[in-house]
């Protein structure tokens, strides 16, 4: 095979390998629908600003403190003045009061606004109707543009449009504010492996591994990357590791061939 017919394998290679990162990162279940509230906008009086919250399937106090405050920390707050007795364990369908100061409210009615074009875009992105998500995401961070979950499900689109460049800038943002969350770090990884920066790629997959040693889908992105980085003995390391968590699936089938074929490399 000529050097060009190498070279176009490859960049197959690595298009497929990216479409296998960016399926692992789906199926994870990044993209979550928030049940808005009911009716109207409301206007409480002075002095008791509220907004109830209907919980959605699948929903944590800690999604639903950080689409209304900005921070995921403030769950405790929730459940204290929902008094829960168990935070960790919120019914679907329930309703949560949540409270906001004066200097919050303008923030939380910008918040709520903004998770009708969300959860819009939530769908769409469901329907692989990606144009359309993309323009509902884009929407609600108009309205709220601190709005994560709305700037997270918007590099998800770009990175499934192969906007690779565009959506890194989001997940830089992210990682920087949340840099202990795997979702992020695994995302931004997938966006650097589409972008053929297999080493920055790696580095991100190790650190979502240093938070979750359990975490597969960052184990096999970070062996893919090593691969693909022309680091064959520490893929050979990382593809073993990967198999020590995943035995059984498709994936893992994918993964011995993968080590079988670096192996057989190492000995020709």
Same mark, same amino acid.
């Given at each position: 095979?000529?050097?060009?017919g190498m070279?176009?394998?490859?960049?197959? =290679?690595?298009?497929?390998?990216?479409?296998?990162l960016?399926?692992?990162?789906?199926?994870?279940?990044?993209?979550?629908?928030?049940?808005?509230?009911?009716?109207?906008?409301?206007?409480?009086?002075?002095?008791?600003?509220?907004?109830?919250?209907?919980?959605?399937?699948?929903?944590s106090?800690?999604?639903?403190?950080?689409?209304?405050?900005g921070?995921?920390?403030?769950?405790?707050?929730?459940?204290?003045?929902n008094?829960? =007795?168990?935070?960790?364990?919120?019914?679907?369908? =329930?309703?949560?009061?949540?409270?906001f100061?004066?200097?919050?409210?303008? =923030?939380?009615?910008?918040?709520?606004?903004?998770?009708?074009?969300?959860?819009?875009?939530?769908?769409?992105?469901?329907?692989?109707?990606?144009?359309?998500?993309e323009?509902?995401?884009?929407?609600?961070?108009?309205?709220?543009?601190?709005?994560?979950?709305?700037?997270?499900?918007?590099?998800?689109?770009?990175?499934?449009?192969?906007?690779?460049?565009?959506?890194?800038?989001?997940?830089?943002?992210?990682?920087?504010?949340r840099?202990?969350?795997?979702?992020?770090?695994?995302?931004?990884?997938?966006a650097?492996?589409?972008?053929? #920066?297999?080493?920055?790629?790696?580095?991100?997959?190790?650190?979502?591994?240093?938070?979750?040693?359990?975490?597969?889908?960052?184990?096999?992105?970070?062996?893919?990357?090593?691969?693909?980085?022309?680091?064959?003995?520490?893929?050979?390391?990382?593809w073993?590791?990967?198999?020590?968590?995943?035995?059984?699936s498709?994936?893992a089938?994918?993964? #011995?061939?993968h080590l079988?074929?670096?192996?057989?490399?190492?000995?020709?």
């Open positions: 095979m000529n050097r060009t070279k176009t394998t490859h960049r197959v =290679s690595v298009a497929i390998a990216a479409a296998v960016l399926g692992l990162m789906l199926m994870a279940g990044c993209a979550k629908k928030v049940t808005t509230p009911v009716g109207d906008e409301p206007t409480p009086p002075p002095g008791t600003q509220f907004i109830d919250h209907t919980v959605a399937d699948g929903e106090l800690a999604q639903v403190a950080d689409n209304y405050y921070d995921p920390a403030l769950a405790e707050r929730i459940a204290r003045d008094k829960l =007795s168990d935070p960790d364990r919120v019914i679907p369908g =329930s309703l949560l009061r949540l409270w100061d004066e200097d919050e409210w303008e =923030s939380a009615r910008q918040r709520s606004a903004a998770l009708v074009p969300y959860n819009k875009g939530v769908d769409l992105l469901g329907n692989e109707r990606l144009a359309e998500a323009k509902q995401f884009r929407l609600a961070l108009e309205t709220a543009p601190d709005l994560v979950a709305a700037k997270y499900n918007l590099a998800l689109v770009l990175l499934k449009r192969g906007k690779a460049e565009q959506a890194l800038v989001l997940l830089e943002e992210l990682t920087v504010l840099p202990g969350d795997t979702d992020f770090l695994f995302a931004r990884g997938n650097l492996f589409q972008s053929t #920066r297999f080493d920055d790629a790696a580095v991100q997959f190790q650190a979502a591994l240093d938070i979750d040693p359990g975490l597969k889908r960052a184990a096999f992105g970070l062996a893919r990357s090593l691969q693909e980085g022309q680091h064959p003995e520490q893929a050979i390391a990382a073993q590791r990967y198999l020590e968590l995943d035995g059984t498709s994936w089938a994918a993964a #011995r061939r079988k074929a670096l192996q057989d490399e190492g000995e020709s």
